[in-house]
């Protein structure tokens, strides 16, 4: 039996090329997607169905947490925060989604016991990413040894995070190399029609393509 690896696809650049490297590990892909009641919801929705189709996955799952919103504290779930567009900053930005990846990753290993899933893949970042903590080496790690202790003793689940000390330009340049449609991918925080060029995830996509000497595909108000 072909084993199977739980993708968890944002729709953005990192998530798909994790993705990506787990299907030529030989891994059957079950494609993971939250709609937590972020900004660009509708738009993220739409580039993971693409990037499901592109990947060719034969089952796929949309999970809806509404109660990020009622939890707030991020402007990327409350409205009335501002998202940052003056540039990256120190410290933990106020687009940190309050513990996200532990939750995410929690219901992934749910979805992995139900299909025995060896493995769950997630696209952090650690060096080039927005400084949040829920993408660090030493918490995934941690957060593999807790699921393994709360599953079943037949239960052993592998954390993958093939990206997490890549940068930017890095998984731009591995994404085309192998023929990834980063065009089909979103990563603004605050724009669903044309990417605001401003925020701090666009500031961090269009560097990674200036630094890798490539040209965005996508569209940019600015």
């Known amino acids: 039996m072909k084993k199977k690896a739980i993708c968890i696809i944002s729709g953005g650049m990192d998530s798909t090329l ?3 490297l787990a299907q030529l590990e030989g891994y059957d892909i079950i494609a993971l997607h939250f709609n937590y009641g972020q900004r660009t919801q509708k738009r993220e929705l739409k580039s993971f169905r693409q990037i499901a189709n592109y990947l060719n996955v034969k089952i796929s799952y949309e999970i809806d947490l509404d109660f990020f919103k009622t939890i707030g504290a991020s402007a990327l779930t409350d409205m009335s925060l ?11 930005p106020i687009t940190y989604v309050p513990f996200r990846n532990g939750i995410f990753l929690s219901i992934a290993s749910s979805l992995a016991e139900k299909h025995g899933a060896e493995a769950i893949f997630i696209g952090v970042v650690e060096e080039d990413s927005s400084g949040y903590p829920d993408c660090r080496d030493s918490y ?20 993958e995070m093939p990206l997490v000390h890549l940068k930017k330009s890095q998984i731009v ?12 991918t979103w990563s603004c925080y605050q724009s669903e029609e044309l990417a605001c ?9 269009l560097k990674g393509f200036r630094e890798a000497n490539s040209r965005d595909l996508i569209k940019y108000k600015e």
Not at 143 to 151: F, K, P, Y
Not at 175 to 181: D, I, R
Request: hydrophobic share 35%; glycine share 10%.
């Open 140 to 159: 995934i790690k941690a957060m593999e040894r807790a699921i393994n202790l709360g599953t079943k003793d037949e239960t052993d689940i592998k954390i």
């Open 173 to 184: 340049k591995r994404a085309l190399e192998l023929g990834v449609p980063l065009e089909l």
């Open 197 to 205: 060029g401003v925020c701090d995830s666009c500031r961090l996509r």
């Open 82 to 92: 501002d998202i940052p567009t003056d540039g990256i900053k120190d410290g933990i």
């Open 18 to 20: 994790s993705a990506k």
